[in-house]
């Protein structure tokens, strides 16, 4: 039987001491400390880890530590949003998005050629430039060979830029998959079909992807999975999974609620009736905002694998 | 300036006059008076009408009133996810999806075959059922040629089925097109990949499909949204607006919040930064769940637009 | 086995039509289905109802529905926070509120003396009206005695008033007690410390509002609980029921959530531990705005109640 | 301008050092950063600091922090509800809290007298040593005068309590002020009324304890609050500032939303319009739940605030 303990600021206190007391504390503090330490266990055991996330995580400065986990060998298995393929591109291009505020004048804004998510702002231009620079990938891509599954097409790309804080460079050199089942729903989209107008042998072929994503794992790995927020993104990645046996272990990270039967809000507790969590999983759901959420949770996990030496260096 | 009214119950009470009442009640209650008022006036300026939803609304009985509202003539464009057409196509063929509860035994529920969506469950069988049902289509559809664009490939569907009450059937029959940016997210993604083992030259043309999203309406349109919850399908309706000049009526329904900056919970407000929705568009966004909110204000634009004869019959 | 249903709209709708069918509809729909079935239970098991609200409620055009709900005999006892009692009394004696809109510039409104709740505002004017009439009415009270319990003091005041839409009016009239336990947690308190000052024998007894309470309702009675919100109203509610052997059924409509410990978005389900709700009680939690649900939710009780003649009138 | 910068975790990171980078990193935790830098500030500037929160914080292990607060010199005034009183009393006097889970069958746990907050476990027998040192207490403070004003008497609880993580131990022996305008509303509510059937002249003046609030500071005073969570604890601290001219500094740390009109939902915008805030203060409002963000953003504080000499020790 565990105690509520009281929780005190110490000097100095690192973020691993605070996760570590937060297991004693309460409510969604207790949650997270669990979750950190099924991240913990994923790695351990040696499960194949899939990390999910949505596009305004990739707006904001998350982008960057997406990259560092897969450079440390902790995502073998990337499912996201175009969108956030999209900004990842360009930032890795040198875009900068600015901090803005949540509430603003909207029109003025657009007058101003700039867009917001939240509390982030992307100015047009960017979108511009990275037109640009996908239509020449685009052409490198062509000369190679007309049809090109989805995860495919995005190693190439990520071959290509230079930036070690970009997801898709990060991905393409340590043979880590990016899925993205809906290629066409953003910016990418829209250069994709003028190219194929253009090239009309020119195939992205989504179901060869969903052979790629199936195989990727096998029915004998153990199987773990980091989803945050909801969408395609997370339920791509449990599909997988689930046509593969299941999954071991699962965090969920959202502020989506499981009262109106939504996916994004399904918590790991819902994912046991699919089966698409093993019925002996461990598994964690976090209700909070994963710009906060996620960097405590992950570091006070990465802290305790490093000292294990079960992280991956270079 | 106008003042909040005192609402009264009034013997027989009918929908059209409550929601009335809802105008000057408070919160979420005015929202929804408003979101009503829109989607009256984006049917009365003859607007092209994007309904989206996600799957588990579909899981839900408003499956039937989607399909009621296709037929009326309310949608001219639908934008939705696989699991939605999925289970559009389990009830088509007779599968009944169970009432149960939010609270039960998971691990009790997966021994038994049943599979959890909130407070609704869906049998194994259902699925497997559903697996025979599209390997039949598949081969029909590939008989006739090797590459479909998914909105052409859901056309077909809905015309080999018999039940008014199904989304594709009355969308096949209104030539109200059907887009699934992500067809392979689901048991539907998992049959395609099978049949394409098969059939190496079956190719399903998601990027076709872009060109037909876009060009299903023009610049010139008066372009109207009605999201149900976020996800892809309302990203993917917005952004097809947005290439054809942005979006004149939007009405956004959802559980989602604006303060981590998700696709899912960003409101008619954000929207105008992006252009998404034209800068002096008329627009609403209701925070609730899509089962009541939705029926509530559609069924009382239906009574106002059918006073004025402006729905469609047979 | 309850199996979903298609909703229809159907032309004329009524509520209790619509809530009918929400009862094989899906999620929170559900939810509401069954709230209002619990509503009519408690009525017709002849259950002392118990109608707890926040205050925002009452700068809503709920307010005038609760004071309906009196008048027909669905409330025995009312639990409401100092801010509800302000506020009814203000639009008892002629203050309006206004509609305004969630997004403002907050800064501009204050220095046109005008305040924010939600999308609602009321002008400073409404308050400064208030403190006069509040002044003559502890001047009668006074005069009559000097030590007066909470729900005493509000049911003269109550006495005093002359509007069929207010709720202290019907409740004085209806000999419904208004239990207020935190009175001095407004403008309310402020004028009651200015008049002790001058009347240092003038006592607020909360402690003999307690018995007041606890003592309005008997072991053997059936109790029932409508709460809208959360707050000490709920709380307040469900322990003076607890201290009679707990309560028979509930109806918890919010949109708080459970999963932060907090009493406001404890579910029915947490109040089974407390022995709030007895084991064998109805009970339902309906997530959403209750400028929303509950007048639907409460519509379609009453007009089930009025059918059976169980609501009393004049 | 401000731009995103990556998150990169580093080895030993502080939580100073994590705040730091949460400055730039996007939504919430942006939020969170300045929620930290507002806090900091109020301190340096010597403002008297209002620290509010609900009962089901000091269920949690938050209690030991707010006492820890208190002895730092963080807070010069409490305002609470009654449950955090109760709860403080008895982890003071030996009892303890159990860490349990959300989803359990609460009847089985209402058999076994075990009650639940959310996912925390409280047994019944705490309460029933509470009620006899309450008694005993009560007695002591009769014995001195009959009447008393609500933050006198719990100062007097506090000053016979011996423990150092105790809430009422260090504000009454730093001469800090606890607020609880609605001491009624639990158990002790109930043991105050059983008291006062056997001493009718004992009063607990709730009027006089308005008037101690809103003289415990100045119109001069440069005043900040730290609202964790809503409720009465909120409203009362900001009515109390309101009275003396407005508040300088708040942070707002919640899960409840604006979008009902609820006080627990307002956020440091809305305050504005009611003058709260006044025009010119530093305010920042983070949505989440308080036992993940209350010890993250105080902690980077505190850290900062110990480095300039601002806290006091002993």
Same mark, same amino acid.
């Given at each position: ?24 504390? &309460? ?201 945050? &927020? &909801? ?14 046996? &299941? ?68």
């Amino acid at each position: 039987m565990e105690i509520v303990s009281d929780y005190k600021w110490e000097k100095g206190q690192t973020i691993q001491r605070m996760v570590e007391q937060f297991g004693s504390l &309460g409510f969604q503090s207790i949650q997270l400390n669990r979750a950190s330490e099924v991240a913990i266990k994923m790695k351990r055991e040696g499960a194949k880890i899939f990390l999910t996330f949505t596009s305004n995580m990739v707006t904001s400065g998350l982008r960057g530590f997406f990259a560092q986990l897969i450079s440390l060998g902790m995502a073998d298995v990337i499912v996201t949003t175009v969108g956030g393929i999209e900004e990842d591109i360009m930032k890795a291009t040198g875009e900068r998005f600015i901090i803005g505020n949540f509430k603003v004048d909207d029109l003025a804004l657009h007058e101003q050629g700039v867009n917001r998510v939240g509390n982030l702002f992307i100015p047009n231009e960017s979108y511009e430039k990275f037109e640009d620079k996908l239509n020449a990938f685009l052409e490198l891509l062509y000369a190679k060979k007309p049809r090109w599954a989805v995860s495919e097409l995005l190693k190439e790309i990520g071959l290509l830029l230079d930036d070690k804080d970009s997801i898709l460079y990060q991905a393409a050199r340590h043979n880590v998959p990016i899925f993205c089942p809906a290629i066409t729903d953003g910016a990418f989209g829209f250069h994709l079909y003028l190219f194929q107008q253009r090239h009309k042998d020119f195939i992205v072929d989504v179901v060869e992807d969903f052979k790629n994503i199936v195989l990727c794992i096998s029915y004998d790995d153990k199987k773990g999975a980091i989803c945050l &927020g &909801g969408s395609i993104s997370k339920h791509h990645a449990l599909l997988a999974c689930l046509l593969n046996g &299941g999954i071991n272990y699962a965090v969920y990270l959202t502020t989506a609620r499981d009262t109106s039967g939504s996916m994004s809000g399904a918590t790991t507790d819902e994912a046991k009736s699919w089966g698409k969590i093993k019925d002996d999983s461990d598994a964690a759901t976090v209700i909070g905002d994963v710009t906060i959420t996620f960097p405590l949770m992950m570091a006070a996990a990465l802290e305790q694998l490093e000292t294990e030496g079960l992280l991956q260096h270079g």
